[in-house]
């Protein structure tokens, strides 16, 4: 069901339209578990093809090249002003932060 | 404003790196497994660290999501809170720190005596030392209990189970072990899993009252404790045990019981719906346990010559040996020491089947002395359990056959034992060596403990007897004659001695009956000359 939900390697909105309603309609046993696992697969593929930028100003990116380098297709940028100064990007269930509160956290790590 | 300076002045010279985390985030939380999406990073058995100060641990890494089992109160967590790996292993403080206090799974104390900083910290799980790292089993370990060390006897760096029903007193023997080992360098471990509160501070408070504490660490994982802590506890008793270990010393590890550890997997693998299969165990029960006990060594010189000996308890449900999981500790084991209820009940305590009972290290883990006595101690109390079947009967029997029950009923005598109270090798070498020379066949069965009482009170006078023993460790011309000059002069009854007197009148009457069957004294057991009665 996730492979064939793919199209050149990303998440296709109709192919997975077709897919659930083929899947519903045959009523197969553990049907929900059946969706709740794709549900979690399509999630992750998603996550995958976006970047999210969170930072108190909206920083300037060459944005072919970041997505290029990552292998994502887009860029979500968030303003978050609780922030107070550096950034933090999510891409998949990756994080890099370097923020106030994870500069904080890595000195209390230290000490 | 000098302050505020050198702070702004500490965080702009300290060095910061953004390095990526691998997150994740709870889609299913219950009885203390976790289900999480992401963690694509996450290593199996990597540390997980979630909101409020909680780990938990990754054991199944699925295609979907990961099972993490959670350490602490899982409560605090809900549906949709990220969790972050940390990149490390479970790890277990491990130092002299430890010893005499008691500690949760993780290494937390329990007992309120104060944090604990661990110097050193060594990983729960680990691969066991390998065959060429260590040596043959051959230093005993002493439990201080006659019927076990004699019979049964347990080297350092052995791995001796102690199967049997409920409350035929398991635990009792490994307290008496523990408390025996005081004043020999050996460091114990006494992990409880899955008992009861109240039983673990009976056990720490027995310990305390006989200053066994001094030399012994408590893990407790009791019942009200999760699964999750309950399966950990006796891989960081292992943990602890291995530090000893590796200094070069030698340490004692009590798994109390292991039936209790595998129902706690069984309960975690459950949870995390893997494939259950016989009695519904997981498919690994038998490493769940095989890789614990392979950790038991004794290691060789060139590594150290420490050891690591494993007392692990399985209870057994009416006597049952060959259930799933005793079947599984029985053939990981260097030997078995089983508890019979019909003995426990019978009085005879500790209530071990000598016939069924083996150690596989046997004479190996022995001092020559002890070989000396119990030698055929084994064998005549299997000739003594056949011919006490027969003589039920009531038929007549012959002179020979008679003096056999009766050798065997004070053997069985002599090898009853109370509770907490270990007796030093010495000791038991000299009431073995009376008993298999005949000192007691004229004493009555019920005045053998006191006469037993009696020899070990005249051995504690006899300085230079002990002191040859000790040194010697075998019973060689001199120490046979000091024997049968010691034990000999005791049959003279003193005043007011009244097992003295019920020996010399029992030793009267005896040969007033049997002229004809004179028992020659010696110290291969006797070579009898009787004359038949018909």
Same mark, same amino acid.
């Given at each position: ?111 | 404003?000098?302050?505020? %300076?050198?702070? %702004? ?69 809900? %549906? ?20 005499? @206090? ?12 104060? *944090? ?5 910290? =060594? ?35 052995? @791995? ?120 519904? =165990? ?62 426990? =009940?019978?009085?005879?305590?500790? *209530? ?69 109270? $270990? ?10 060596? *009376? ?8 004493? $009555? ?38 024997? *049968? ?42 070579? %009898? ?6």
């Amino acid at each position: 069901m996730y492979k064939n939900s793919l199209k050149n390697g990303a998440v296709d909105a109709k192919l997975v339209g077709k897919i659930l309603k083929k899947v519903t309609g045959q009523k197969a046993y553990g049907l929900s578990k059946i969706l709740i696992v794709y549900k979690n697969l399509i999630a992750q593929k998603i996550a995958k093809e976006e970047i999210l930028v969170e930072a108190s100003t909206l920083p300037q990116l060459d944005k072919s090249a970041f997505l290029k380098k990552t292998g994502a297709k887009r860029i979500v940028f968030k303003k978050n002003s609780d922030l107070v100064f550096g950034a933090k990007i999510k891409h998949g269930d990756w994080v890099w932060e370097e923020t106030l509160d994870s500069r904080l956290e890595q000195i209390k790590n230290r000490s | 404003m000098n302050i505020l %300076e050198d702070i %702004e002045k500490q965080i702009d010279q300290a060095k910061f790196s953004a390095a990526p985390k691998n997150v994740g985030k709870i889609i299913e939380i219950g009885d203390g497994v976790a289900r999480v999406s992401g963690l694509s990073d996450v290593s199996a058995s990597e540390i997980v660290s979630f909101a409020h100060g909680i780990t938990g641990l990754a054991l199944n890494l699925e295609e979907d999501s990961v099972g993490v089992i959670i350490f602490g109160d899982w409560s605090k967590l809900k %549906e949709g809170d990220e969790c972050q790996t940390t990149g490390k292993t479970l790890e277990i403080p491990v130092g002299e720190n430890l010893i005499g @206090r008691v500690l949760d799974a993780l290494g937390k104390p329990l007992d309120g005596k104060g *944090a604990i900083s661990a110097k050193k910290y =060594y990983p729960a799980e680990k691969i066991a030392p390998g065959v060429i790292l260590r040596q043959s089993v051959n230093t005993p370990l002493q439990t201080g209990l006659k019927a076990i060390d004699s019979m049964i006897p347990i080297g350092r760096g052995q @791995r001796e189970l102690i199967i049997g029903d409920r409350s035929l007193g398991k635990t009792a023997i490994c307290l008496d072990t523990i408390i025996n080992q005081k004043g020999k360098s050996v460091i114990c471990i006494y992990v409880a899993i899955g008992q009861k509160t109240s039983k673990i501070a009976q056990v720490v408070d027995t310990l305390e009252r006989h200053k066994a504490m001094d030399h012994t660490i408590v893990v407790a994982a009791s019942a009200s404790d999760s699964a999750t802590m309950q399966y950990l506890a006796p891989y960081a008793g292992c943990a602890m045990g291995e530090y000893f270990m590796d200094q070069g010393k030698d340490a004692l590890v009590v798994y109390d019981d292991l039936t209790k550890h595998a129902w706690a997997y069984r309960q975690i693998s459950l949870l995390l719906k893997r494939p259950s299969g016989r009695e519904a =165990y997981p498919g690994d029960i038998f490493y769940l346990h095989s890789r614990l006990l392979e950790r038991a060594a004794r290691m060789n010189d060139k590594n150290g010559g420490g050891s690591l000996t494993a007392l692990p308890i399985i209870e057994t449900q009416a006597g049952d040996v060959s259930a799933y999981i005793p079947t599984n500790i029985i053939s990981i084991t260097d030997g078995q020491i089983f508890l019979e209820a019909d003995s426990f =009940y019978a009085g005879i305590r500790p *209530a071990v089947n000598p016939g069924i009972s083996v150690s596989r290290v046997g004479g190996a883990a022995q001092t020559k002395m002890m070989k000396q006595v119990a030698g055929t101690l084994r064998l005549d109390l299997a000739q003594y359990r056949e011919l006490a079947t027969f003589a039920q009967f009531g038929s007549d029997l012959d002179e020979t056959t008679l003096k056999r029950l009766e050798r065997g009923r004070r053997i069985v005598e002599v090898l009853k034992q109370p509770q907490l109270s $270990p007796m030093d090798i010495a000791s038991q070498v000299v009431v073995l060596w *009376a008993v298999q020379n005949g000192y007691f066949d004229s004493v $009555p069965v019920a005045d053998v403990a006191k006469y037993e009482t009696k020899i070990l009170n005249l051995l504690a006078t006899n300085k230079k007897l002990r002191d040859h023993l000790e040194d010697k460790k075998e019973i060689d011309d001199f120490a046979e004659k000091e024997l *049968a000059k010691m034990l000999s002069k005791n049959s003279t009854p003193s005043a007011g001695d009244s097992s003295g007197k019920a020996l010399d009148s029992a030793q009267t009457k005896s040969s007033s009956k049997n002229k004809s069957a004179r028992v020659k004294k010696s110290s291969t057991g006797g070579r %009898e000359r009787t004359g038949r009665t018909r």
